[in-house]
C-alpha cells in the first residue's frame, strides 16, 4: 500500500462532489467531474491518503452536512493541518504571485500535516487550476530556493520540509 499523501484543492473537492452528487441523480457527468471520480477511485485503491483544506471541510459541513455524497467524500479524504510556518510560508509564496488561495493550498502542502503530526506536507497537490499550475512550474526553482533558505533557521522536523508537485488534474494522470 502507498504511503502517498495528496491535497485536493478545492475546486477538484468541489467537482468531486458534484459528481458524486450527479451520480446519484442518475445525470451525465461533464468532463472534469469524471475525471475527478475516476481519480478519486484510482488513487483510494492504490492507498494513497488524500486531503482537503479546512476552507473546504468548512464548507462541507456547514452548508452540505446532511447530503450523502459530503458524508462518502468525508470518509475519505483528511482534513490537513497548518503546523508552525503554514501562516510565513504562505506569505512568502504570495510574493511570487499566487492567489491568496492558492498560495494557503502550497502552504499546507509545504508544512501541514495530520491530527497526529505524522508527517509534514503531502507529496502532490492536485488542482484543476492551470494558472497555479504554470506559476509554479516557472517560479520553482525560485521557490526551491526560497524554502531552502528559509529552512536553514527552521528546527527539527521543520527543516526537513519539501515542496510538494503541483499536478493538474488530467495532465499525466
Same mark, same amino acid.
Not at 504511503?3 to 446519484?24: F, M, P, Q, T, Y
Given at each position: 500500500?502507498?504511503?502517498? +499523501? #495528496?491535497?485536493? %484543492?478545492?475546486? #477538484?473537492?468541489? !467537482?468531486? $462532489?458534484?459528481?458524486?452528487?450527479?451520480?446519484?441523480? =442518475?445525470?451525465?457527468?461533464?468532463?472534469?467531474?469524471?475525471?475527478?471520480?475516476?481519480?478519486?477511485?484510482?488513487?483510494?485503491?492504490?492507498?494513497?491518503?488524500? @486531503?482537503? #483544506?479546512?476552507?473546504?471541510?468548512?464548507?462541507?459541513? $456547514?452548508?452540505?452536512?446532511?447530503?450523502?455524497? /459530503?458524508?462518502?467524500?468525508? +470518509?475519505? /479524504? !483528511?482534513?490537513?493541518? &497548518?503546523?508552525? *510556518? *503554514?501562516?510565513?510560508?504562505?506569505?512568502?509564496?504570495?510574493? @511570487?504571485?499566487?492567489?491568496?488561495? %492558492?498560495?494557503?493550498? $502550497? =502552504? @499546507? =502542502?509545504? @508544512?501541514?500535516?495530520?491530527?497526529?503530526?505524522?508527517?509534514?506536507?503531502?507529496?502532490? #497537490?492536485?488542482?484543476? %487550476?492551470? &494558472?497555479? /499550475?504554470?506559476?509554479?512550474?516557472?517560479?520553482?526553482?525560485?521557490?526551491?530556493?526560497?524554502?531552502?533558505?528559509?529552512?536553514?533557521?527552521?528546527? &527539527?522536523? *521543520?527543516?526537513?520540509?519539501?515542496? &510538494? !508537485? /503541483?499536478?493538474? $488534474? =488530467?495532465?499525466?494522470?
Amino acid at each position: 500500500m502507498s504511503n502517498s +499523501r #495528496v491535497l485536493l %484543492d478545492k475546486n #477538484v473537492a468541489r !467537482e468531486i $462532489l458534484e459528481g458524486l452528487e450527479k451520480n446519484a441523480q =442518475g445525470t451525465a457527468l461533464d468532463a472534469s467531474q469524471q475525471l475527478a471520480l475516476e481519480t478519486l477511485k484510482t488513487e483510494l485503491l492504490a492507498g494513497k491518503k488524500l @486531503f482537503i #483544506v479546512p476552507a473546504s471541510d468548512n464548507i462541507l459541513s $456547514l452548508r452540505f452536512a446532511t447530503r450523502e455524497e /459530503v458524508r462518502f467524500l468525508k +470518509r475519505h /479524504v !483528511e482534513i490537513i493541518i &497548518p503546523t508552525r *510556518y *503554514y501562516k510565513r510560508w504562505s506569505r512568502r509564496l504570495r510574493a @511570487f504571485g499566487f492567489t491568496r488561495e %492558492d498560495a494557503n493550498v $502550497l =502552504g @499546507f =502542502g509545504t @508544512f501541514g500535516t495530520d491530527d497526529e503530526e505524522s508527517f509534514l506536507g503531502v507529496d502532490e #497537490v492536485w488542482t484543476f %487550476d492551470k &494558472p497555479m /499550475v504554470n506559476l509554479f512550474e516557472i517560479a520553482g526553482e525560485q521557490i526551491q530556493k526560497k524554502l531552502t533558505a528559509m529552512k536553514r533557521d527552521l528546527e &527539527p522536523p *521543520y527543516d526537513a520540509a519539501k515542496l &510538494p !508537485e /503541483v499536478k493538474l $488534474l =488530467g495532465k499525466d494522470k
